[in-house]
């Protein structure tokens, strides 16, 4: 078997040698997510057994058998698009126009990553579907808003990965969990089909192991799309000469926060761009960090408003705390202060302009310092504002950036620098980026060898003060109840077929439809995929008491040979719902579009 994680032309070099198929390349997708045992990576996962079968008929195109996670603000039609926020959740009925290109390139979509609730924030925990681990140390805040494609892109699980990126979501998770992260020009990646933060500065973002890579898909997802009137007839281009002529951050803008390992490693990373022949010229950023200003603090952060003006208005409760106090700052501007902000932005772009016309680039730390889950909770904004130093003014100026691992800290942690060029330059930026990603000598950059591949993962058990829970329906990691399982501390132990003796039915009722599982006799049902969640008998006892009736809990039979307590139904209760067994699965009937 082919060694993972590879890159795009690895995965081409494996199919055509016949060392691997695509159906084997799902299979080890699928392992690895197992092993890596994050629930909170995904929202939704699609099951395996469809994405095999779709493998074997993909269409010929430059993304033919790859495996691609989508954020869940980008619609995949069969599935929820929640923006981390389950009661704005609603089944997609069709793609958006980047998944569109995504399948005609012949990708394959394997499901829908977690991210800071509506795109808001650059920390990655604002969600009610947990918070991602980040992969270089779970100390970390793992970035975002695009916290689970980053995750999914450096965990090795996929090779590329759709992100947006409106105030620095497609850079900092990338620098975080030290993979690449492209920002593209506004409008070259069309952004129907995807739920707006910003819908003036939103664009979709790509996630891969080395800057080629994101650019191979970005090339494939890019051109003009009559139906965005936010789309840009752009031409993609193609990677060429290095530039040369690199802005860097003068003295006075060169913050770090009294992060002498940060600053250390954002210093080795401009002596690579040296050695790689560039002249570097020290830049003030004072105009740059004005404009970055007017995201939150100016009259942008209406756009958000009217993004979710329903649900806000309606349910604001429905919204994460941090979320809802960030979009309300809207109700303290006029329609005048959004002309006052619009001009104000006008004046620093041409401020900004003569930069450009003596650089080629400009390079800056990606984040001034990693920031800590622990710094994040006695503080859930202040270290979300930081990490936004250099990324916040790129889409308002109409930039384009390219987010790449740097030199590693002299204690190890993330380090990543930013590339920024004028819209249209993506192309010269991959030339730039992978020139300094590659400068230690490794085809994964200055920061190390590949990943390992993922370890087989072995049948996970609960400890002897947990009491297994078995979960079939919407308390499956991903879906919109998994919230109150990992708010009791729950843990996912693993996925696991019932014996086939089950029947699964859709009940009958007002709002989301419901699961209810009943066990009957032998030869007359089917295999039922669940997942096994450990709680303590404290934690079992609060939430067994919540659950309504006609469910209760009870003792089910597994395909592994175990026997743990879990949810059921009363007979009487399934009289008049839909008998769902064919699907296999509460997961696989809501991909069918049925669960709306």
Request: hydrophobic share 45%.
């Amino acid at each position: 078997m082919t060694d993972f994680p590879l890159t795009l032309a690895q995965y081409r070099e494996a199919y055509a040698s016949g060392a691997l198929t695509p159906a084997q390349a799902v299979r080890e997708v699928y392992r690895r997510i197992a092993a890596l045992a994050d629930p909170a990576v995904f929202i939704t996962l699609r099951p395996e057994a469809e994405v095999a079968a779709e493998a074997d008929t993909l269409p010929a195109g430059p993304l033919h058998g790859i495996p691609v996670a989508v954020k869940d603000n980008i619609a995949v039609a069969g599935l929820p698009t929640t923006c981390a926020c389950p009661d704005y959740g609603s089944v997609a009925t069709e793609d958006a126009t980047v998944v569109a290109r995504l399948r005609q390139a012949g990708a394959l979509v394997i499901g829908k990553t977690n991210l800071d609730q509506f795109a808001t924030g650059l920390v990655g925990v604002r969600s009610p579907y947990g918070v991602p681990r980040n992969t270089l140390d779970p100390a970390l805040v793992p970035g975002g808003s695009s916290s689970g494609s980053a995750v999914a892109v450096a965990a090795g699980l996929v090779p590329l990965a759709l992100g947006t990126d409106t105030a620095g979501s497609g850079r900092v998770p990338a620098g975080l969990n030290n993979i690449v992260g492209l920002k593209p020009t506004l409008g070259a990646l069309s952004t129907r089909g995807v739920v707006p933060a910003c819908r003036t500065l939103d664009c979709v973002s790509v996630f891969a192991l080395t800057a080629a890579d994101a650019f191979e898909g970005f090339s494939a997802l890019a051109g003009f799309d009559a139906a965005d009137p936010f789309s840009r007839a752009l031409p993609a281009g193609r990677p060429g000469e290095v530039p040369t002529r690199i802005g860097v951050p003068d003295a006075e803008s060169r913050l770090f926060f009294g992060d002498r390992h940060a600053e250390a490693a954002f210093d080795a990373s401009l002596a690579d761009l040296e050695a790689l022949g560039a002249t570097l010229v020290p830049v003030d950023l004072t105009p740059f960090f004005a404009a970055a200003a007017l995201l939150y603090d100016g009259p942008w952060v209406a756009e958000r408003w009217e993004a979710i003006r329903g649900l806000i208005t309606e349910r604001p409760e429905a919204l994460h705390p941090v979320t809802r106090a960030i979009t309300e700052r809207a109700t303290a501007f006029s329609a005048a202060d959004a002309f006052v902000g619009r001009y104000r932005l006008a004046e620093l772009h041409r401020a900004t302009e003569p930069v450009w016309q003596r650089l080629d680039a400009l390079c800056v730390p990606t984040f001034p310092r990693p920031q800590t889950l622990a710094g994040l909770a006695a503080d859930p904004v202040g270290p979300n504002a930081e990490l936004g130093t250099y990324t916040n003014f790129v889409n308002l100026l109409d930039l384009c950036a390219l987010a790449v691992p740097g030199h590693p800290r002299a204690d190890g942690g993330p380090a990543g620098v930013t590339l920024i060029a004028p819209a249209g330059r993506d192309a010269a930026l991959i030339s730039l980026g992978d020139a300094l990603h590659c400068a230690g000598g490794t085809p994964m950059g200055a920061t190390g060898a590949p990943l390992p591949p993922a370890p087989e993962p072995a049948p996970a058990r609960a400890r002897g003060d947990e009491i297994e829970l078995v979960v079939v329906g919407a308390h499956l990691s991903g879906l919109p109840l998994n919230g109150e399982l990992t708010a009791l501390g729950a843990r996912l132990l693993r996925a696991v077929e019932t014996a086939p003796d089950y029947r699964l039915y859709a009940l009958p009722g007002a709002g989301p439809r419901r699961p209810g599982l009943v066990r009957v006799a032998a030869g007359t049902g089917t295999a039922i995929a669940t997942e096994v969640w450990a709680l303590t008998p404290e934690a079992f006892g609060r939430f067994v008491a919540a659950i309504p009736a006609p469910l209760g809990i009870g003792t089910l039979r597994l395909a592994d040979g175990t026997a743990p307590k879990g949810f059921l139904c009363e007979p009487e209760g399934v009289r008049e719902a839909e008998d769902v067994s064919r699907h296999g699965g509460w997961r696989a009937y809501l991909a069918a579009g049925r669960g709306a």
